[in-house]
């Protein structure tokens, strides 16, 4: 497997944003890396812009005001109407989606350590019920297949006679 510099990791992505905007297929071909090289990159760079940070502004220079007015903007448009807004405006719409999500989490209580142990303890406890579930389903199963075989034995043999 063949690494890559993170310096040319940079620049290939830099040619795949705006105001370049050179399709994957397109780089693929004239640099020999394979697509899903290029997509990888491609998102682990969206992925990176998307995440909140200490800054108020990012790279392209959008404040989070900015972001917000844009996930309000295209929250009621098709996907074609966002292809064409997002090549208009220089953004992607995984960017978009990212801002999204940020937008409804932002007023998500955050969990706290007391609150994940609980959440743990019962996504364990749940496990142990669906294990027991699963044993007693068997075993019903196996009950029912059982008195089916002792029912056929009947009709075959007749009733045991006593003594």
């Known amino acids: 497997m063949r690494q890559y510099s993170e310096e040319f990791k940079t620049t290939i992505i830099a040619r795949m944003l705006p105001p370049h905007n050179v399709g994957v297929p397109e780089l693929a071909i004239e640099t020999g890396i394979p697509k899903d090289t290029l997509y990888t990159w491609r998102i682990k760079?969206?992925?990176?812009s998307s995440t909140p940070?200490?800054?108020s502004t990012n790279?392209?220079?959008?404040?989070?005001?900015?972001?917000f007015d844009i996930?309000?903007?295209?929250?009621?448009?098709?996907?074609?109407e966002l292809s064409a807004y997002c090549r208009r405006k220089g953004v992607y719409a995984e960017q978009i989606n990212g801002w999204k999500r940020?937008?409804?989490?932002?007023?998500c209580p955050i969990p706290t350590k007391e609150n994940q142990a609980t959440i743990r303890s019962q996504a364990k406890e749940?496990?142990?019920l669906k294990a027991e579930l699963r044993r007693k389903d068997k075993?019903?199963?196996?009950?029912?297949a059982l008195l089916v075989l002792k029912k056929k034995a009947r009709e075959i043999?007749?009733?045991p006679e006593d003594g």
Not at 59 to 67: C, I, P, R, V, Y
Not at 71 to 80: C, F, G, L, R, Y
Not at 139 to 144: D, F, Q, W
């Open 71 to 80: 996930v309000i903007e295209t929250a009621t448009m098709n996907e074609d």
């Open 102 to 107: 940020l937008c409804i989490n932002a007023n």
């Open 139 to 144: 075993a019903l199963a196996e009950t029912a």
């Open 53 to 55: 940070s200490s800054k």
């Open 126 to 128: 749940n496990n142990q």
């Open 157 to 159: 043999w007749g009733d």
């Open 45 to 48: 760079n969206g992925k990176m």
């Open 59 to 67: 790279a392209k220079g959008l404040t989070s005001e900015d972001k």
